[in-house]
């Protein structure tokens, strides 16, 4: 009975993986579309801003634009992750061997030990249509904005649209990173961002704006419970011959309803969660008191998100088939009523919401001209990641799984609701990047953002394996005559990660105590992920 009770926890924290995954990708996500003067000096522009996209990194840069200036960037991004599930020596589940071979479905027991996964699809979220497969290959994303500053004002008004956070991929059906997840897309588009600077004196200047951004996140993943205890059902139903047909035991207890095991799957699920409107503010300072010299400083409020949306769970038929035949019987009918295990439905779908806070962040940064031919701009900024401390979800009705999970984790589940620790830490980034001046129209860039991982190392994932990483970045700016204005830019980032048996139990923990969903139980992983781009900026007058 007590395996009855883990496998319907780990259900439950199938569910949670959805919300526990996506949200992991966010410190990745950060400042990888940005315009192609930040992206080729490693975002280190917050003392030296790139042109309309001052709204972006330092309103109060605004204030340097005269007249009326339009800005378009394009960004063709490139998304490539890899993971190898390797088999340890000795693998198995309670004495399954992993590698053996199932004669029921003529395949190695667990497909995915020794396996890889490789995905470069990308998906986006598009509100009104949900998550959507683009083409494969680079994805191209827009961004665009204007100012004006009316002649001999001090003030400069300009609007943007941007995406200040951005990921999403496919995998193939039969790809083994199906199980977290098979799709998957998180992104905060910023429609508009009315934004204002003052220039004080030639010396001062500041800037303020608002955010109106949509935020949504989305997923569909298959799920599997490779458990101890699922490996204890797997060996009761071979006891018991269940091959046969026949139930030894009924009508007392019955275990061959449907055929279960540690690699057998449970069902599939789909997530869709977004907030239409989600309103921050930024406030910004530039301080120029040579040509030499400045220095800047900017904020950017959090916000806080109610996302709601649907949820939808379609179990499999020997997984609905096993609760249902075991309620038949005398035991598990009595077992049920008790502990309030999962009847066996089929499917189950509904309404559901999230609390999510979007993280406040701070940037400052200097911009020196070491030389008449070289500039140096150094950036230091900090993301309040920690406000994640844990998902919320509230689902509209009471399902039957989260009826088990209370009695074992009365903290974290009740009938209708389910919060899930994550214990993200704040992360600091330091971004420095060159500009070489070959002539008065043409700029050569280098540069790199030192990007610090907010996932601890027992809390990875398959899609918070993201470590410690840089990103780099090289471009040029060209001055095309004297109103317009191009740039371009190509960057690159790279984040391995290898995580043993054991080593995460948002993984592969293996483990009875566990409370996290670990489809890969007891397989070492190895991830990768590469992220690259290629863009432009075009900017004039008009």
């Keep these: 009975?007590?395996?009855?009770?883990?496998?319907?926890?780990?259900?439950?924290?199938?569910?949670?993986?959805?919300?526990?995954?996506?949200?992991?990708?966010?410190?990745?996500?950060?400042?990888?579309?940005?315009?192609?003067?930040?992206?080729?000096?490693?975002?280190?522009?917050?003392?030296?801003?790139?042109?309309?996209?001052?709204?972006?990194?330092?309103?109060?840069?605004?204030?340097?634009?005269?007249?009326?200036?339009?800005?378009?960037?394009?960004?063709?991004?490139?998304?490539?992750?890899?993971?190898?599930?390797i088999a340890p020596p000795g693998y198995e589940i309670f004495g399954i061997d992993g590698l053996g071979y199932d004669e029921q479905k003529q395949q190695q027991k667990d497909w995915v030990a020794n396996s890889h996964?490789?995905?470069?699809?990308?998906?986006?979220?598009?509100?009104?249509?949900?998550?959507?497969?683009?083409?494969?290959?680079?994805?191209?994303?827009?961004?665009?904005?204007?100012?004006?500053?009316?002649?001999?004002?001090?003030f400069t008004f300009g609007?943007?649209?941007?995406?200040?956070?951005?990921?999403?991929?496919?995998?193939?059906?039969?790809?083994?990173?199906v199980y977290m997840p098979k799709a998957?897309?998180?992104?905060?588009?910023?429609?508009?961002?009315?934004?204002?600077?003052?220039?004080?004196?030639?010396?001062?200047?500041?800037?303020?704006?608002?955010?109106?951004?949509?935020?949504?996140?989305?997923?569909?993943?298959?799920?599997?419970?490779?458990?101890?205890?699922?490996?204890?059902?797997?060996?009761?139903?071979?006891?018991?011959?269940?091959?046969?047909?026949?139930?030894?035991?009924?009508?007392?207890?019955a275990l061959c309803g449907g055929n279960v095991g540690p690699w057998d799957d449970v069902g599939a699920m789909s997530l869709?969660?977004?907030?239409?409107?989600?309103?921050?503010?930024?406030?910004?300072?530039?301080?120029?008191?040579?040509?030499?010299?400045?220095?800047?400083a900017s904020y950017y409020s959090e916000a806080d998100m109610n996302l709601?949306?649907?949820?939808?769970?379609?179990?499999?038929?020997?997984?609905s088939g096993f609760w249902q035949s075991l309620n038949s019987s005398i035991i598990g009918a009595i077992s049920a009523a008790i502990l309030s295990l999962p009847s066996g439905a089929p499917r189950e779908a509904g309404n559901v919401s999230m609390k999510l806070t979007y993280p406040q962040h701070f940037k400052t940064g200097i911009s020196l001209k070491v030389h008449p031919k070289l500039t140096m701009n150094v950036d230091v900024g900090y993301y309040d990641w920690s406000t994640f401390d844990a998902l919320n979800l509230q689902f509209d009705r009471?399902?039957?799984?989260?009826?088990?999970?209370?009695?074992?984790?009365?903290?974290?589940?009740?009938?209708?609701?389910?919060?899930?620790?994550?214990?993200?830490?704040?992360?600091?980034?330091?971004?420095?990047?060159?500009?070489?001046?070959?002539?008065?129209?043409?700029?050569?860039?280098?540069?790199?953002?030192?990007?610090?991982s907010i996932t601890p190392d027992d809390q990875r994932s398959l899609l918070g394996v993201f470590g410690d990483s840089i990103l780099w970045g090289a471009g040029l700016g060209y001055r095309w005559d004297k109103d317009t204005d191009v740039d371009f830019h190509i960057s690159y980032l790279q984040s391995v990660e290898y995580i043993p048996?054991?080593?995460?139990?948002?993984?592969?923990?293996d483990n009875l105590t566990n409370i996290i969903y670990n489809p890969y139980a007891g397989l070492d992983v190895k991830t990768s992920l590469r992220f690259a781009s290629l863009g432009f900026s075009f900017t004039t007058k008009f």
């Design 398 to 452: 009471n399902l039957e799984f989260l009826g088990a999970a209370k009695i074992l984790s009365p903290d974290n589940a009740t009938s209708n609701t389910l919060s899930l620790p994550l214990n993200w830490t704040d992360e600091w980034n330091i971004g420095i990047g060159f500009e070489h001046h070959v002539t008065s129209r043409l700029d050569l860039r280098v540069g790199a953002e030192i990007r610090d």
């Design 184 to 253: 998957t897309a998180m992104q905060r588009v910023t429609y508009l961002s009315p934004t204002i600077a003052y220039e004080i004196n030639d010396d001062w200047s500041v800037g303020a704006g608002i955010q109106f951004s949509h935020q949504a996140i989305a997923a569909d993943q298959y799920m599997r419970a490779p458990n101890m205890l699922l490996g204890v059902a797997e060996i009761l139903q071979d006891a018991f011959n269940c091959e046969s047909g026949n139930e030894p035991l009924a009508p007392f207890i």
């Design 501 to 509: 048996a054991n080593g995460s139990c948002n993984l592969n923990c």
């Design 1 to 85: 009975m007590i395996s009855v009770r883990r496998n319907s926890c780990k259900l439950l924290q199938a569910i949670a993986l959805v919300s526990l995954g996506m949200p992991a990708m966010a410190q990745m996500t950060t400042n990888l579309t940005g315009p192609s003067k930040a992206m080729s000096l490693g975002n280190a522009v917050t003392a030296d801003t790139p042109g309309v996209f001052a709204i972006q990194y330092n309103p109060a840069g605004l204030a340097k634009l005269k007249g009326r200036q339009f800005q378009f960037n394009l960004l063709n991004a490139y998304m490539d992750i890899d993971a190898d599930f």
């Design 308 to 319: 709601k949306g649907t949820f939808e769970l379609n179990y499999t038929n020997d997984w």
């Design 272 to 296: 869709d969660l977004q907030e239409t409107l989600s309103p921050t503010y930024s406030l910004g300072v530039m301080w120029e008191p040579t040509d030499w010299f400045s220095w800047g």
């Design 117 to 154: 996964s490789h995905t470069n699809t990308v998906a986006a979220y598009i509100p009104g249509y949900g998550m959507q497969k683009l083409p494969r290959g680079p994805g191209v994303l827009p961004t665009m904005g204007f100012s004006i500053n009316a002649p001999g004002s001090k």
């Design 159 to 177: 609007n943007a649209f941007y995406l200040p956070m951005f990921a999403g991929f496919y995998r193939d059906l039969g790809d083994p990173g």
